[in-house]
């Protein structure tokens, strides 16, 4: 419990105390958002705010992680690469939206090949590690369930799935941020709860790795709550794709570690609804002509029917924060 706190600690810290270096070094490149003719309206004021605020979120959480991590290093060196994989991706996402002024960004056949490279590299680690292994944690039940060899896709899936829902999310000031923090949290309980029992079972390895995860969630933790100092309504810096790809990484790579990946819907319900309401959408649109929503993801739909941005944050973060109290107790 003590790494965990130190870890949100000094993560927040040095992301709230690099926040007002890096953000003007932002504006400086000319690093502004771009804005979509096609979204909201109210979001055309906020064209220009600087972007690619993820790379705080990054320097906070590799800085904390390299001072606190003691003992094996392979889990929590793995999840800081696969973050920083996919950081890049959605880096060089940005960059292209702000430098070469093309709002799409990277085409979708290069983000898939980013996205998918990465998903697969986690998967098979995990499938080859005897300490995570085809097995998951089934909530609720107190049983596993053995994918055997589909773990591999499975979790491929999940990993996408995570990374995009994230990034979805991602449309309102604070609002990824907040519902990642509720996850985090949430996630270094599950962490403790799992470190003692390996512990007590004699599995010191074990618990030494899960361990430098708890630091590795817990650095996750705080350089959000740093962030979100400066992401909050009205923003003065939007994290992009380089943090919302990045977070999505974290996420999928936190839960992979301990097998509790299917515990992500109950506890990414806001990551899954934005993904859905996406597909729903797209398909109506493609197979009718017409659309469920006025648009999508689902927070775009409820502002344009003239709920405040702050009022969506704020449901969006306390319907999150019941879904985990609900997770956790599936464990």
Excluded at 161 to 178: E, I, M, Q, R
Aim: proline share 4%; glycine share 10%.
């Amino acid at each position: 419990m003590h790494l965990f706190i130190y870890a949100i600690l000094i993560s927040f810290a040095i992301s709230y105390l690099l926040g007002p270096l890096v953000i003007p070094m932002l504006q400086k490149l000319k690093f502004g958002q771009m804005v979509r003719d096609d979204g909201p309206q109210s979001h055309l004021s906020k064209a220009g705010t600087p972007t690619m605020g993820g790379i705080l979120i990054l320097l906070a959480l590799v800085i904390t992680c390299v001072i606190l991590f003691n003992g094996p290093i392979e889990y929590i060196l793995l999840s800081v690469l696969v973050t920083l994989g996919y950081g890049l991706v959605g880096f060089l996402d940005d960059f292209i939206k702000v430098v070469k002024k093309r709002s799409m960004g990277l085409r979708a056949y290069q983000k898939i090949i980013g996205q998918l490279g990465l998903a697969i590299v986690i998967a098979v680690f995990a499938y080859n590690d005897p300490n995570i292994g085809s097995g998951l944690i089934v909530p609720f039940t107190g049983t596993e369930l053995d994918l055997g060899v589909w773990f591999i896709p499975f979790t491929v899936f999940v990993v996408l799935a995570v990374v995009n829902g994230v990034n979805l999310t991602d449309g309102l000031d604070g609002l990824a941020t907040s519902v990642t923090i509720a996850n985090t949290v949430t996630f270094g309980f599950i962490y403790i709860i799992f470190i003692v029992a390996a512990n007590d079972s004699g599995q010191t390895l074990l618990a030494s790795n899960l361990s430098n995860m708890l630091v590795f969630i817990g650095a996750l933790t705080g350089a959000c709550m740093g962030f979100l100092r400066f992401n909050t309504y009205p923003a003065k810096v939007f994290m992009g794709d380089t943090g919302a790809l990045a977070i999505g990484g974290a996420l999928s790579v936190i839960a992979i570690m301990l097998r509790v990946t299917l515990f992500i819907p109950i506890m990414g319900i806001m990551f899954v609804l934005s993904n859905v309401s996406v597909m729903l959408q797209v398909g109506s649109y493609k197979l009718r002509r017409k659309r469920i929503f006025k648009m999508a993801p689902l927070h775009h739909h409820y502002e344009l029917k003239g709920t405040p941005e702050t009022k969506i944050v704020t449901l969006y973060t306390l319907i999150t924060i019941i879904a985990c109290l609900i997770a956790l107790l599936g464990i």
